[in-house]
């Protein structure tokens, strides 16, 4: 067996059994679960003998973007705690309903 897919093979493994443990501890809704699991196989044949990545590189791109403005939005409407100094955060009240 080659080294790039001994590497591959046990690299997909152990993702592959932390996104279980994630699923059976209950941290992920089932149908994330599932979209997780079709992505997390799809990848697998997702490399540029197959795929152009310069032809997916804008989709990516843009979808990034979202992502980064969607964590940051949800995280200051929410309260998150990660954006709270330390002395405000002591109590388990989120850093909005604090005094």
Excluded: D
């Amino acid at each position: 067996m080659r080294f790039a897919v001994a590497h591959k093979a046990a690299t997909y493994l152990m993702v592959g059994f932390a996104y279980l443990a994630m699923i059976a501890g209950g941290a992920i809704a089932p149908l994330i679960a599932l979209a997780g699991i079709v992505g997390l196989v799809g990848s697998w044949w997702w490399e540029p003998p197959n795929v152009k990545l310069e032809r997916w590189a804008w989709i990516w791109t843009i979808a990034s973007v979202f992502a980064l403005v969607y964590s940051v939005l949800s995280a200051i409407v929410t309260g998150s705690r990660f954006i709270c100094s330390r002395s405000s955060c002591s109590s388990q009240a989120p850093c909005s309903t604090r005094t």
